[in-house]
């Protein structure tokens, strides 16, 4: 979200302007479509989540779980740009002789048969 203190509109599968698909929000670039899921996790984990939902650092545990899957896939996409750069600058992928090679040097062999 582009600006935190915009009114934001979630949507979920219970709502019933939702399910109409009302035009108000199949149109409103505000609206964000939501959807429940259940997450298991640690005692510990769960515990710590709290903590900060509990002191009004967070808005809600699903606004933490929320928070923290935007930034986990952001940091995905981040290593994922990093790699493609990383790779073209050093001329693409490893070639089928970059790989002899280094087995050769290493002297290791390719396994012919799935290990069990």
Known sequence: MSDPGADVYRVTRKDPIARGGS???QQ?????ATRRV????DV???D???MPVESRGAPSTSGFVQHAVSVALGDV????ALLA???????????VEECRWTEET???RRRTTPAA
């Open 28 to 32: 409103c670039g505000r609206c964000i």
């Open 85 to 95: 750069d990383a790779l073209r600058d050093t001329g693409g992928g490893i070639a």
């Open 44 to 46: 510990d984990q769960l």
């Open 106 to 108: 290493l002297g290791r």
């Open 48 to 50: 710590r989540v709290r």
């Open 77 to 80: 996409a981040g290593w994922g």
């Open 38 to 41: 259940t997450v298991t996790l």
């Open 23 to 25: 035009r108000h929000h």
